[in-house]
């Protein structure tokens, strides 16, 4: 008797799990070589198994990743979409609450560049969460979100906190939010120690060496290795100047597990207790420029966008005010363009250049509308997966209209030249 089989049809194929499609696929393409038909066993045509796994893979599962166009501007919903943006702030916050990281070893792993201890010297006890986190974490992947426990990076690389597009406005962005006005550069790990200082990219490539008056920067007054420090800028080939945008540690001291409103204060007040960082010498051949926050209030949000800078400005930044200095991509700290900000903030900015509306921004605006209306549009990252805050660059000039901006790759990076 004949075998009677039921196609499954395309609108349901989405059901069905990635990984028992590939299976399929997998059987039927064994079977053509063999020279056997095994698509009546199947059941799926061979077209819509390959749409629905090309439909699968996303390249990032990083919530609102900066490597994709702004969510609200594009109609992009991620993955976890299922718990909005301003919830996972929630949890992020009440995760490093619990979370017990040791930055003092982490520190000095990455000044002395010595990684062998990295698995025996307290890395359970770095993992330890509170009684009952197990079942908390279980309950968040329930719920569509996994707050994964983060190990911290046992080499240079993934060293850096990263933002999310700014999608949910914080209803306390005025009181509980600072704003950084970012310049156009490469995002730079730096590490001053043992008479040198090392400049990394996100990836952990270390692009240039050369001496500064950081802590531990240079050989004059390096104090055998106790002093060392480690900071978070935004490099800036044209006037050969590294922005510093965060602190994780000064002289010895981390403060990884401080808040932003913290660490913030602790690099103002170690860059005036400092002399001739902001020069260029012999014995400091780069800048060190700190960039200024302030509130996030309208008045002063205004303000920066009617100001003019040294630099050529890419974006904002919005920290959390609690957050710690965490490696990787945090809801805590967001990021926008600025000509966004009317958009998204609904702040009423004063025309200037800042504030100008690039050529893609009349597509994107159009798209800002169609937001408001429900969709189930999924649109996934671009097809490098990296993050633009790896280096915090903006469209080249030249590369095109708004249809390019939306599929824009990052910059490769480049090397820094001494």
Request: one cysteine or more; glycine letters at 6%; a negative charge.
């Amino acid at each position: 008797m004949a075998q009677t089989t039921s196609t499954i049809p395309p609108c349901q194929l989405q059901t069905i799990p990635s990984s028992l499609l590939l299976v399929q696929y997998l059987m039927r393409e064994s079977a053509a070589l063999l020279g056997t038909d095994v698509s009546g066993s199947l059941g799926v045509p061979m077209d819509d198994l390959t749409l629905a796994l090309s439909s699968s893979f996303a390249v990032s599962t990083e919530p609102n990743s900066t490597a994709a166009p702004h969510p609200r501007l594009a109609q992009f919903k991620s993955k976890f979409s299922i718990l909005e943006q301003d919830e996972r702030r929630r949890r992020f916050l009440d995760l490093q609450k619990r979370k017990r990281l040791n930055y003092v070893n982490h520190a000095r792993r990455l000044a002395d560049g010595d990684w062998t201890q990295a698995d025996s010297d307290g890395e359970e006890d770095m993992e330890k969460q509170e009684d009952g986190e197990e079942e908390q974490n279980s309950t968040v992947e329930e719920e569509g979100m996994e707050i994964e426990r983060r190990k911290l990076p046992k080499d240079y690389a993934n060293q850096l906190m990263l933002s999310e597009w700014l999608v949910d406005v914080p209803s306390e962005l005025d009181t509980d939010w600072l704003l950084v006005v970012c310049p156009v550069g490469k995002r730079s790990l730096i590490v001053a120690s043992k008479g040198s200082t090392a400049a990394y990219t996100k990836s952990g490539k270390c692009v240039n060496r050369f001496p500064s008056l950081l802590p531990g920067g240079n050989r004059q007054t390096s104090s055998r290795g106790k002093d060392y420090t480690i900071l978070d800028c935004i490099y800036s080939e044209v006037d050969r100047t590294f922005y510093i945008l965060d602190i994780m540690c000064w002289g010895g001291h981390p403060v990884y597990d401080c808040s932003t409103e913290f660490r913030f204060f602790w690099l103002q007040s170690k860059m005036e207790e400092s002399s001739g960082l902001t020069q260029i010498t012999k014995r400091n051949p780069f800048r060190f420029v700190r960039l200024e926050s302030m509130a996030c209030t309208a008045e002063s949000i205004q303000k920066v966008l009617a100001d003019e800078y040294s630099f050529s400005v890419d974006g904002l930044l919005f920290y959390h005010r609690e957050t710690h200095y965490t490696p990787g991509s945090t809801p805590l700290v967001g990021w926008l363009r600025p000509y966004m900000v009317t958009d998204i903030l609904d702040i009423e900015v004063p025309v200037g250049p800042l504030t100008a509306k690039p050529k893609y921004a009349n597509h994107q605006l159009k798209q800002i509308l169609e937001h408001k209306k429900a969709s189930s549009e999924v649109r996934p990252a671009n097809s490098s997966g990296g993050y633009e805050l790896e280096y915090l660059s903006t469209p080249r000039e030249g590369s095109g209209d708004s249809a390019d901006f939306l599929c824009q790759q990052p910059t490769r990076e480049a090397n820094m030249e001494v």
